[in-house]
């Protein structure tokens, strides 16, 4: 079992920066591909980035250049460094563990956390 708890989140103006950290409790941290994804008002759930046990990064074409994610193992926590936030970033923010191979779809992954929300004011 894996427990996640999200932080970081709140309100800044567009071009600010936030960083948000999700720790983790449970044995399987330092192995798992760890995800965040956001979800907006009225949208689904979309993926954001994804960063793997040894540090292989990926993420969403919307966020490419803005958005940094990486992880300390030995404190089984993720981070996500967002710069030059927009006003289309404002969303609650999720982190979660991938526990099935395939794309970076929310359907493969899961021990969801509570999230955490962020807003941009333009």
């Known amino acids: 079992q894996v427990q996640l708890d999200e932080s970081g989140g709140g309100l800044v103006q567009a071009g600010g920066s936030l960083r948000l950290s999700c720790a983790a409790s449970g044995r399987t941290f330092s192995s798992a591909v760890m995800g965040w994804f956001r979800q907006a008002p009225g949208k689904e759930r979309e993926f954001v980035a994804a960063?793997?046990?040894?540090?292989?990064?990926d993420y969403a074409d919307s966020v490419k250049g803005r958005f940094t994610i990486s992880r300390d193992n030995t404190n089984s926590i993720v981070y996500l460094q967002m710069n030059s936030l927009k006003p289309d970033d404002t969303a609650v923010y999720c982190c979660?563990?991938?526990?099935?191979?395939?794309?970076?779809?929310?359907?493969?992954?899961?021990?969801w956390g509570q999230g955490t929300q962020v807003t941009v004011s333009s």
């Open positions: 979660a563990v991938k526990t099935r191979a395939g794309p970076d779809d929310p359907y493969n992954y899961a021990y």
């Open positions: 960063i793997s046990r040894w540090g292989d990064t």
